[in-house]
């Protein structure tokens, strides 16, 4: 009877720590999935590309803001994870995937919040900087300048990988998609309307930033230019290359101490 009481304490102590996912309805009605977990001051965590939110789950970053008494919200952007994976261009274009973390922000009723972003999803933070005034503070994780060419190699090298056209540089990404089962015109339409956001547009950000990345990652573009082109900002280069580096203690130690 004692050991059936402790396996039942266990599992209400598992049940309620485990974040249950939420929903709401974005600008266009897309469904887009999220968790809220913690209390305190309100920080936004963006995947990034081929992934969902759970690529946060167990890192030492998500850990520590807990543990630190902050308020942790993590989407799915639309066309990942649980969220809706919509199959027309209309649906990615025109900074949907930004708009919708606003239109997050504003069904949490969020006046000031924080965000940290890493890979792709520091492409779409950077947009956010620009339109969003309650962003105050935020973190540009494993992202380099190469973004603020609308004719970027690489996003056109991935956009064509998920229509078909795959090559040696991206047969790696296309295979881990097919790994997860994810949807490749979804990742289509999210590289062919990616949002750009110019090195004009960046100087007009206001909130204070940190640029952190790997010292091996370097596909994106420079991290020092990203970080010469955003008043108010700060650089951070920690150890480990693109897939590695948001899960270790070190990329968690500097943001904590940035935030």
């Not at 025109?94 to 000031?112: G, P, R």
């Not at 970080?227 to 951070?236: C, D, G, L, M, V």
Request: with cysteine.
């Amino acid at each position: 009877m004692k050991s059936f009481t402790i396996i039942l304490l266990s599992l209400v102590c598992n049940i309620s720590t485990y974040a249950q996912t939420k929903y709401f309805n974005s600008f266009d009605d897309t469904k887009i999935a999220y968790t809220d977990e913690g209390q305190g001051k309100p920080i936004l965590l963006i995947h990034g590309f081929i992934n969902t939110r759970k690529s946060w789950e167990n890192t030492a970053l998500k850990q520590d803001l807990i543990a630190k008494g902050f308020r942790v919200i993590i989407p799915d952007l639309r066309g990942n994870g649980d969220s809706d994976k919509p199959q027309n261009d209309e649906a990615y274009s025109h900074d949907a995937e930004v708009i919708d973390l606003m239109f997050l922000m504003a069904e949490l009723k969020i006046s000031k919040y924080w965000a940290v972003a890493y890979s792709r999803g520091s492409i779409l933070l950077a947009k956010l900087l620009t339109k969003d005034k309650r962003l105050k503070k935020a973190v540009l994780g494993g992202m380099g300048i190469d973004f603020t060419n609308r004719n970027w190699k690489r996003r056109i090298m991935f956009r064509d990988a998920f229509n078909g056209k795959i090559t040696n540089e991206t047969e790696e990404a296309v295979a881990y998609a097919k790994s997860i089962n994810a949807d490749f015109k979804s990742l289509y339409l999210q590289q062919k309307y990616q949002s750009v956001t110019t090195k004009t547009q960046l100087q007009y950000i206001k909130a204070k930033v940190l640029v952190i990345a790997g010292d091996k990652d370097k596909d994106n573009g420079s991290p020092e230019l990203l970080q010469a082109a955003i008043p108010k900002s700060k650089i951070k280069i920690v150890s480990g290359d693109h897939n590695a580096t948001y899960k270790t203690d070190e990329f968690s130690k500097a943001i904590c101490a940035f935030l």
